[in-house]
């Protein structure tokens, strides 16, 4: 692609429709405007938390063969077992990672590190609390400005939850929960729906405190030397850009929101109703990714501990709650009862990437999930064991993901690998003789791949060169 | 090297001649040609000329003249290893005589000074910077008269390569932060501002009798019972307690309830399920029973839990009181209570905080207990966001807590008798942080005029300088265009006002004005002078009567300015000053992020490290305040220690959680900075010392000498060598220093360090490491001998004053200046040190030296 011919393309457009905008905010027109005509590289990212772990029968247990969460072999030769059987159309899309985990999190209970699944932070198991920023909001503080919403940040539970207890999978740069919403209807809206009043009030506002704001730094300049003349150009950026945010904010105001047909959704659904409520849960990822309204988006299936609504979602295969699933393995038939719930969710999951990757790329190159990546994973294994996170890589083909493996890292970890290697619920507790990689350098290596220049991201040590 | 300071004084005198001649100053390249070089050239060129060049340097390539010459570095080199005697080295064959040496330091201490003084006004580094995150906090509480930390979401300061957070070329301004400003600005005010009548406060009364009975009622009732036999029985005690069963032991070890008059008692009990524990708040004040007997005792390390449910506010000030007193009447330890407030939202997700400043120490007898509170900002602790969303008893828990831990470090309990907690308390209405902004005037119902009167006043404050009508001018244009938008008056006017906290004339520490030669017209104005006195010493913005003197033009009379510095250090804010220069200066962020590994040293604990962060602290304010010599930091016969610190140390016992001076005898090995835990530990790995990360520190915090930088490809210990893994620590030390790569730096950082191996990883003494004697014995480039703590101490104290002196005057000079000090400005510390040495190396007095100095007055 001719990046100089695209921008002057661009420019003409531009003036010929009577505005004069600074560049940065050409990104976010190419967005919505359809008058531009060539191919757009869009990267998205979606990710998903299962809590509660997954069921991983030691190697001896009968059940180790079908219920197993993890895949029988490795690399490129491996059978899905039951559990994610429902996957297999999308086996040459996806890869199943094992020997993956946080390591500043490895001793503390499952139960309470959902907080730092896509952090990576230390954030211990009692005391004082302090989490770090997310993955989604590193891709979101790049891809945000391109789209009406930087990101979408969803879960059953709804809003931020508790320390050590999060309903959200998305922290700021501060380290902050980011609520999220549970509710299709009030989703819908804010999406596709409504307009903010109040949004276009404090826009104003602002517009005149920022031209104060600028005069005060103009005529502080007048009264300084030239050298801290140069110290204070910075602050005068700062207020540019901020200016230059909010002409891109007002304009979303007034361009139209995407239309977007609402028969085929049931917005009251809530999770007493999990199979539907999960399914539209999806569809409005979709939606919002089709209409470019953001990139990014968070969806945690569920709080950790059982606790709240989201214990509801194995009603849709006929179990009264979700967390007990967990710990009932070791009763008859408790890993098969399990795996069933976790069929499900992989089949939802899977129905998910079918309809991006059946749907073509707007605009763009191939299908929608071949610019999509699609993360989803729990940050224990079994037995609350914050170990092994099980791990699944979705999509984002043409950023150059590679598919269709089932990737093992670590050493020593043989009993580990497609098991937990413990069978109690005490396990959790025990010393690590074993060593696994940090799931940040996974974190690295899509950020790269999505386009975002770090260094390092969550404590990750390096990146992982096979994905 | 007392050679240095009897030559500076010479050189001052000589300088003020120069200075006043008014000729174009000129460098003396005879001198250098007749006297200095030919010194040079037998003692020194040898290495470091054409021949050879030893450590890349060529001395006799080297410019003389140091007005214009670009080779001003290797000289202050030149200057200071021969002041330091590490040059020659002491096996060299050719050595410099006496004479030979004052004759260069002679020549090279004026030029030096000379050049400096020249070169000032061309100096690349100005004071013009923004204010740092700590000190945006504090003009914000200092100006809004609001106790919050609004500076907690702005990302932490890049610190300096002096190791300061204050220094203009490291503090930035970004697009991101600038946002936050805007945002915290506008928080900031809506927290100062009210509107409406006092908001109607929930109040909880809480008697450890009700407590107790809601745990077990058959308790209470047997107390009772008990208690009645005694009383209308006349039986004795135990042979009521007899007639009533022993149910209720009288030992308990965790906290406990207690009737004071049976004896009896049971354990507290608290868990977060189904609100069993939650008090309900009441809307009138309970009235406060008179004291009771029935207590809760709180053990050392124990904790009692009021659980509050949901019926906290989400902002406003927590008042929690309770009626305590120390459990035993007699002995010297009064117990401290610490409040922490938490909750627990299901099994695995607990969080709590410790919440309000301030241990409280209860120093109250049983007979007599006292009311003690404290007061918790409930906008800034960890809140539960359940509340209002859950029902109180559901799942997860949206019930908070707070809890009164014990954190006594000696075995000694507290009881109480009842809590009583007030939320939001108020102790005026509207509160002063509002009627501070908006005052009664006559004009109040002209908007527009009250509207000027109100930025007049607010914009003088913040800005921290007279205000222009122009200036005025343009916020009341803003205000009419926003107020068009607004609501209200109030509305429009703290939109207004956020601008005044977040234009560049509130964030930045201004001196206006270019610069020319002119000594006069680079002197800063009294209120550039007052703030520069107030972000030096408060690390916040002046106060009304610094601000007024600067009006009447009274600061810059040098009696009215010693006179303020004085006021201002005998305010309790300069303990802002002795915090954050003694934290930066001496690195200590790295105590901060230190974990101790708790397999070997399974005794240390967090009381532990509070202390070990709080002495170089408190020691600093100790030596400030009563203004003693800044040489107690390489040595002093005393130090600053509470009862759990004492213990480390083997002192013998103190009482009480706060630090307090105790005297120190030679056999305790403590005393100065060097012996400090905290410092030690800091400089160690958690699990054992680090004889580099010592050394460095030496030489970087302390003397002001830091080594190069270590150069590429550094070849690092291969410890998978059986060889090497064999080696004591020095010895592998010493087999890395005689790589030639690294000899160079290495002679001259590890030896500092290997005398501090008597200390172990937390700073404790110790005679052996594993099996084998330490070895602390080293010797310095020079070949000056070391032997252990003692010897390095006695070392610095013999030859190192000078140099020691300076290193205080350039780092709390580029503390007060806010900026790197450059060569431009070496005259000007070399002034101050000279000063200093003179006035016996009073650390006030530094202060004092600082503030009249040019370096501080002008631009």
């Known amino acids: ?467 | 090297m007392r050679i240095f300071t009897t030559l500076l004084f010479a050189f001052l005198s000589n300088l003020t001649l120069v200075a006043k001649t008014g000729d174009v100053p000129k460098a003396k390249l005879v001198a250098f040609q007749t006297r200095v070089e030919p010194v040079l050239k037998r003692v020194c060129f040898g290495c470091h000329g054409p021949e050879k060049q030893k450590g890349k340097l060529r001395i006799d390539a080297l410019d003389p003249d140091l007005l214009k010459g670009k080779d001003v570095s290797w000289w202050l080199e030149v200057f200071d290893v021969i002041s330091n005697g590490e040059m020659p080295p002491e096996d060299s064959k050719v050595q410099l005589t006496d004479a030979e040496k004052t004759r260069i330091i002679d020549w090279l201490s004026g030029e030096i000074l000379f050049a400096s003084q020249v070169r000032r006004s061309e100096q690349g580094h100005t004071s013009f910077r923004r204010m740092t995150r700590y000190e945006y906090k504090y003009a914000l509480q200092d100006l809004l008269d609001l106790p919050h930390d609004f500076s907690r979401d702005l990302p932490p300061e890049t610190v300096s390569e002096d190791g300061f957070k204050n220094s203009s070329e490291m503090l930035q301004m970004t697009v991101v932060q600038f946002e936050q400003y805007r945002e915290l600005a506008l928080k900031a005010l809506e927290r100062a501002t009210v509107r409406g009548d006092v908001p109607q406060p929930v109040y909880y009364g809480i008697s450890m009798k009700a407590a107790a009975t809601r745990i077990d009622a058959m308790y209470a009732a047997n107390v009772e019972a008990t208690r009645k036999r005694v009383k209308e029985e006349g039986i004795a005690l135990e042979e009521a307690l007899e007639k009533q069963g022993e149910n209720y032991s009288r030992n308990h070890g965790g906290a406990h309830f207690k009737d004071l008059i049976t004896g009896q008692g049971i354990g507290t009990r608290w868990s977060y399920g189904g609100a069993k524990y939650a008090w309900t708040p009441t809307s009138t004040r309970p009235k406060v029973p008179p004291a009771l007997p029935d207590v809760v005792v709180i053990p050392a390390n124990s904790k009692y839990i009021v659980d509050v449910g949901d019926g906290l506010p989400d902002v406003g000030t927590m008042r929690v009181r309770i009626r305590a007193a120390r459990v035993t009447p007699e002995g010297k330890h009064p117990p401290t209570l610490r409040l922490f407030f938490g909750n627990q939202a299901s099994n695995d997700s607990r969080v709590a905080v410790r919440a309000g400043e301030r241990d409280i120490t209860i120093t109250a007898s049983p007979d007599k207990p006292e009311f003690y509170h404290w007061d918790v900002r409930l906008s800034e602790i960890a809140r539960n966001a359940y509340r209002h969303i859950q029902k109180l008893g559901q799942l997860p828990n949206p019930a908070e807590f707070l809890y009164f831990q014990n954190c006594s470090s000696t075995p000694v309990s507290v009881q109480i008798d009842y809590v009583e907690i007030t939320a939001p308390v108020h102790e005026q209405w509207p509160p002063e942080s509002h009627t501070r902004i908006f005052f009664q005037s006559d004009h109040q119902a002209d908007e527009k005029k009250y509207a000027r009167e109100v930025l007049a006043r607010f914009m003088r404050r913040a800005w921290r300088r007279p205000v222009t009508a122009a200036e005025i001018d343009q916020k009341l244009v803003l205000f009419a265009k926003l107020r068009l938008q607004c609501d209200d008056f109030q509305e429009a006017m703290v939109e207004v006002l956020a601008t005044v906290l977040s234009s560049p004339k509130f964030l930045y520490l201004v001196q206006a004005g270019g610069v020319d030669d002119k000594k006069e017209s680079r002197r800063i104005s009294g209120f550039e002078l007052a703030s520069r006195l107030s972000f030096f010493l408060w690390s916040s913005m002046p106060d009304e009567q610094l601000l007024n003197l600067a009006a009447k033009g009274k600061l810059l009379d040098p009696l009215v300015l010693q006179a303020q510095t004085r006021r201002l250090l005998a305010d309790p804010k300069a303990d802002r000053f002795a915090r954050y220069f003694t934290r930066q200066w001496l690195g200590m962020e790295l105590l901060d992020f230190l974990k101790i590994d708790s397999k070997v040293y399974g005794r240390f604990d967090p009381l532990l490290m509070e202390a070990m962060r709080e002495e170089p602290v408190a020691f600093f304010g100790e030596v400030l305040k009563r203004n003693r010599t800044v040489m107690d930091f390489l040595q002093s016969d005393y130090t600053m220690v509470n009862d759990r610190l004492a213990r480390h140390y083997g002192l013998p016992e103190v009482i009480g959680n706060s630090l307090r001076l105790v005297k120190l005898k030679a056999s305790d090995r403590r005393g100065g900075v060097l012996t400090q835990a905290g410092l030690l530990a800091m400089n160690s790995d958690g699990k054992d010392s680090h004889p580099l990360k010592r050394g460095i520190w030496v030489l970087e915090n302390l003397l002001n000498d830091p080594p190069a930088p270590p150069p590429p490809a550094v070849p690092e210990i291969d410890l998978a060598d059986p060889e090497i893994l064999k080696l004591t620590l020095k010895e592998r030390m010493e087999d890395h220093r005689n790589d030639p790569a690294c000899i160079s730096c290495h002679s001259k950082i590890d030896p500092w360090g290997i005398a501090f191996e008597n200390f172990d990883a937390v700073g404790l003494w110790r005679d052996k490491i594993g099996k084998d004697p330490v070895d602390a014995a080293s010797v310095l480039f020079n070949k000056d001998e070391l032997r252990g703590m003692k010897g390095l101490k006695d070392y610095l104290l013999a030859n190192r004053q000078d140099q020691f002196a300076r290193s205080m005057v350039h780092k709390m000079a580029a503390y007060a200046m806010g900026r790197p000090l450059t060569f431009g400005d070496r005259s000007q510390v070399d002034r101050i040190t000279a000063d200093l040495r003179k006035r016996s190396d009073g650390l006030a007095d530094l202060v004092f030296l600082i503030v009249k100095s040019d370096l501080f007055q002008l631009k």
Request: glycine residues 10%; positive net charge.
């Open chain 1, 1 to 467: 692609m001719n990046i100089n011919f695209f921008s002057l393309d661009r420019r003409k457009f531009l003036r010929g429709a009577g505005v004069a905008l600074a560049l940065p905010w050409f990104e976010s027109f190419t967005g919505v405007a359809r008058a531009v005509q060539r191919p757009v590289k869009r990267k998205r990212l979606a990710c998903f938390y299962l809590p509660d772990g997954v069921p991983m029968p030691l190697e001896k247990d009968p059940a180790f063969k079908d219920w197993g969460w993890f895949p029988h072999g490795k690399d490129k030769d491996f059978t899905f077992t039951k559990c994610m059987e429902t996957l297999k159309p999308l086996r040459n899309e996806l890869t199943v990672f094992s020997g993956l985990s946080h390591p500043a999190v490895r001793r503390v209970h499952g139960h309470s590190n959902a907080d730092q699944f896509l952090t990576g932070a230390d954030t211990g198991a009692d005391g004082d609390y302090q989490n770090s920023i997310s993955l989604d909001q590193v891709f979101a503080a790049h891809a945000g400005e391109h789209t009406r919403h930087a990101s979408l940040v969803m879960s059953t539970d709804g809003g931020t939850g508790s320390p050590r207890g999060a309903q959200t999978m998305s922290y700021n740069s501060n380290g902050r929960p980011i609520p999220a919403e549970h509710k299709p209807k009030r989703i819908f809206d804010r999406l596709f729906v409504k307009r903010n009043l109040n949004a276009a009030r404090r826009l104003a506002l602002s517009k005149s405190a920022l031209d104060d704001l600028m005069e005060d730094a103009r005529s502080l300049k007048r009264s300084l030397s030239s050298r801290d003349q140069e110290t204070l150009g910075e602050y005068l950026q700062s207020v540019r850009d901020t200016e230059m945010k909010i002409e891109k904010a007002k304009r979303w105001l007034n361009i139209p929101l995407p239309r977007v047909g609402v028969d085929h959704l049931k917005l009251d659904v809530t999770p007493e109703d999990p199979r539907n409520y999960l399914q539209t849960m999806y569809e409005l990822i979709y939606l919002a990714f089709k209409t470019d309204t953001t990139r990014v988006a968070t969806y945690q299936l569920g709080r950790e501990n059982g606790v709240g609504i989201s214990d509801y979602l194995a009603r849709a295969v006929g179990y009264k709650a979700t967390h007990n699933l967990s710990h009932e393995t070791k009763k008859p038939g408790g890993f098969k009862n399990f795996g069933i719930y976790c069929r499900f969710i992989n089949e939802e999951l899977g129905r998910f990437a079918s309809r991006l990757k059946a749907t073509p790329e707007p605009g763009g190159e191939g299908n929608m999930l071949d610019n999509t990546a699609l993360l989803f994973g729990s940050a224990s294994s079994a037995f609350h064991l914050s170990r092994n996170y099980p791990l699944l890589l979705v999509g984002g083909r043409n950023m150059g993901f590679k598919h269709g493996q089932y990737l093992k890292y670590g050493q020593g970890n043989k009993k580990h690998q497609s098991t937990s290697g413990i069978s109690t619920d005490a396990g959790w507790r025990a010393e690590m003789d074993y060593t696994e990689l940090p799931l940040s350098n996974l974190y690295l290596s899509m950020l790269h791949k999505l386009g975002v220049e770090t260094e390092c991201f969550g404590g990750s040590i390096g990146t992982l060169s096979e994905v």
